[in-house]
């Protein structure tokens, strides 16, 4: 069956994401089993917020198939799923720790994102060659050695 969903917003490396739009599409299957149902989730949902690297507004395109199992009269805990309570499944609550699950380590703005200049702090994404190389300072600690080359 289509029904919507709204994952919500996550708080990811000091960064909020939303869903965009809040609520989204998405395909529910439930089959019934011996002892229960085994239940089916597909969505994408667009996430929108701030790039991990160069802090520019960025979104990713996550897809979601997550897949759950209910059978409670078996007797096996492990076959009960947390997201049905008295015969309800809990819909938001399982898509958004399923949407969660299907998070990328990094939040980009694109694939190939340079970052910030670690000196200027100005994006390197649309830099020319050679813009941000900055003469370094030289390491303190190494002082000692520098006076062995004068």
């Given at each position: 069956?289509d029904v919507k969903v709204e ?20 395909r529910l299957d439930v089959s019934?089993?011996?002892?229960g149902h085994a239940l089916r ?110």
């Amino acid at each position: 069956m289509d029904v919507k969903v709204e994952p919500g917003g996550f708080s990811f490396g000091g960064e909020t994401y939303t869903a965009v739009p809040a609520a989204v599409p998405a395909r529910l299957d439930v089959s019934r089993t011996l002892a229960g149902h085994a239940l089916r989730l597909r969505f994408e949902a667009i996430l929108a917020g701030a790039c991990m690297r160069c802090l520019e507004a960025a979104e990713v395109v996550v897809a979601v198939d997550a897949r759950e199992v209910s059978q409670p009269t078996s007797g096996d805990e492990e076959l009960e799923s947390p997201y049905v309570q008295g015969g309800e499944l809990a819909l938001a609550s399982w898509a958004r720790d399923a949407l969660a699950l299907a998070l990328p380590a990094q939040f980009l703005c694109r694939d190939d994102c340079a970052g910030l200049c670690p000196v200027c702090g100005d994006s390197l994404n649309d830099a020319r060659p050679g813009e941000h190389d900055h003469p370094r300072p030289a390491d303190p600690r190494l002082a000692k050695l520098s006076e062995l080359l004068d």
